[in-house]
């Protein structure tokens, strides 16, 4: 049996992981054996996730007492539930999927990405393909960088043909 204190550490801890990341995964890794278990934490370490396989009633006190919207999650509080927390919104998705090339496991229950839930596991390929924040900026500079490509070509090719007209122009007064 768990302490009071100990179960207050918990949701504590977790209410902190949910303000420190931006996205989290609810997973179900029931059934993996210890040597796939490892092999998925090791993956997560390597991509910045933070995997945290958690009781469910201590996950709900935890949403309870923190700053979001978190109560479509509730009904899916059953059964083996693990916790993907990570600042890149796709990164467990691509995860997942890469490790069930090999595994049954894990499955997605949920996910809270850019303040939006995502329910089921059929929204895992529409998670791998969103786009994180960082593609997403490189994205709009490459866009806002192709009209300024144009617009300078434009001014070098045509740097000649003002030169050359602006000397017309003096000549002619010059005359």
């Known amino acids: ?3 009071r204190e100990d179960k207050n550490t918990i949701i504590n801890g977790l209410v902190q992981r949910l303000s420190e990341y931006k996205h989290f995964y609810l997973t179900d890794i029931g059934n993996l054996n210890a040597k796939d278990t490892s092999d998925l934490r ?10 945290v396989v958690v009781k469910n009633k201590l996950l709900k006190k935890a949403f309870e007492q923190a700053q979001g919207k978190y109560d479509e999650l509730y009904p899916l509080l059953k059964e083996a539930t693990s916790v993907m927390f990570t600042n890149t919104g796709n990164a467990p998705a691509r995860l997942i999927k890469e490790f069930r090339k090999d595994h049954s496991k894990p499955l997605l229950k949920a996910a809270y990405v850019e303040e939006s839930v995502y329910l089921g596991d059929e929204q895992l390929d529409a998670l791998s393909n969103l786009k994180s924040r960082e593609e997403l900026i490189a994205d709009i500079v490459l866009l806002l960088q192709s009209p300024m490509r144009n617009v300078l ?7 000649n043909t003002i030169t050359g007209i602006l000397k017309t122009l003096e000549e002619k007064n010059n005359s």
């Open 1 to 3: 049996m768990m302490k």
């Open 42 to 51: 090791r993956k997560c370490h390597e991509q910045q996730i933070k995997l």
């Open 153 to 159: 070509g434009a001014l070098q090719s045509s740097g």
